[in-house]
């Protein structure tokens, strides 16, 4: 179960995760925290520790209609700010492989392909 904490602009989740939890090795702290700036952009921190070398990778999957019209988000495009091109693999609505390729987010890229 996770605990928390609000502020009121932001919210902190924590969760334990104890050692051999789903097979997993160490005690696995982890928290994650969603800040609303003043600026209405969306902070999301994630900070781990564990007491064993262990697996982690800690991901958000939300998906959010900018343009407050409620439809299609094919014209979107995604800023990361990354140092690092991602490799990436396209599936489709039943999530077997259309493509692979690289995209650079560094500079947006077109949610729509």
Same mark, same amino acid.
């Given at each position: ?31 994650? =925290? #969603?800040?609303?700036?003043?600026? *209405?952009?969306?902070? +999301? ?6 007491? &064993? ?8 999957? =939300? #998906?959010?209609?900018?343009?407050? *019209?409620?439809?299609? +988000? ?6 990361? &700010? ?32």
């Amino acid at each position: 179960m996770f605990r928390w904490f609000s502020d009121g602009a932001a919210i902190k989740l924590n969760y334990l995760s104890k050692d051999g939890e789903q097979g997993y090795p160490g005690n696995f702290q982890i928290s994650v =925290s #969603y800040q609303l700036t003043d600026e *209405n952009e969306l902070v +999301i921190t994630y900070n781990g520790t564990t007491d &064993k070398n262990t697996i982690a990778n800690p991901t958000h999957h =939300s #998906y959010f209609n900018l343009s407050g *019209n409620f439809e299609t +988000i094919l014209d979107h495009e995604l800023m990361l &700010k990354a140092d690092k091109l991602f490799h990436l693999l396209f599936l489709n609505k039943i999530r077997l492989p259309l493509f692979e390729g690289r995209g650079d987010f560094r500079f947006g890229f077109c949610v729509y392909f």
